[in-house]
């Protein structure tokens, strides 16, 4: 497959703005999981965004998984189509969870006992320190497919795809330890 050409003041564009975005978004989030930042109210239907959040995450990694497999089959079309479905939901995440956190403040996890404390708080860190590392990972991995530099998409995917089935699937289970601690 022969690679598309893209004008250098074109890559150099789009790799900027994967700079910007990777730092933005983190700071984004950052800020609003501040207490101190005011929580704007947006109605109760924000309620519902955790469990679609990890809804989202869920199939986020169905997406991966298969994405996976059609690959090591063989299966370009099915590969992307599950990719860019799995992108376009990180995306919709993404939205969701700042939504959620502009809105409500973050809830205590409330579990007890040494072990299950220690097991969520691990699941929680990792899962917070690695979805900042995976965002320019996983854009440059997309910007690379789009732009059909294979080599390189094929190179940093070896880092980038098991970052973000983790990330994805440690946003289910964090869901699922803290969810009977939201907020009513």
Avoid: C, D
Wanted: glycine residues 6%; proline residues 5%.
């Amino acid at each position: 497959m022969s690679q598309l050409i893209i004008p250098q003041e074109k890559q150099k564009s789009y790799l900027m703005w994967i700079r910007i975005l990777s730092f933005a978004i983190p700071i984004a989030v950052a800020v609003l999981l501040n207490p101190r930042v005011p929580k704007v109210n947006l109605g109760e239907w924000t309620k519902i965004l955790p469990h679609l959040n990890a809804a989202i995450n869920t199939t986020t990694s169905i997406l991966l998984l298969a994405g996976y497999i059609f690959i090591k089959k063989g299966n370009i079309a099915g590969h992307r189509r599950s990719m860019q479905a799995a992108f376009v939901l990180g995306s919709l995440f993404l939205v969701s969870y700042v939504l959620y956190h502009l809105t409500t403040e973050s809830t205590k996890f409330g579990g007890e006992g040494a072990f299950i404390r220690g097991f969520y708080y691990t699941i929680l860190v990792t899962h917070i320190v690695l979805s900042v590392v995976v965002v320019p990972f996983v854009l440059l991995a997309v910007y690379y497919a789009w732009s059909n530099q294979i080599p390189r998409h094929k190179r940093i995917v070896k880092v980038t795809y098991p970052l973000w089935l983790y990330v994805s699937v440690t946003g289910v289970i964090a869901y699922l330890m803290i969810s009977p601690y939201y907020h009513s």
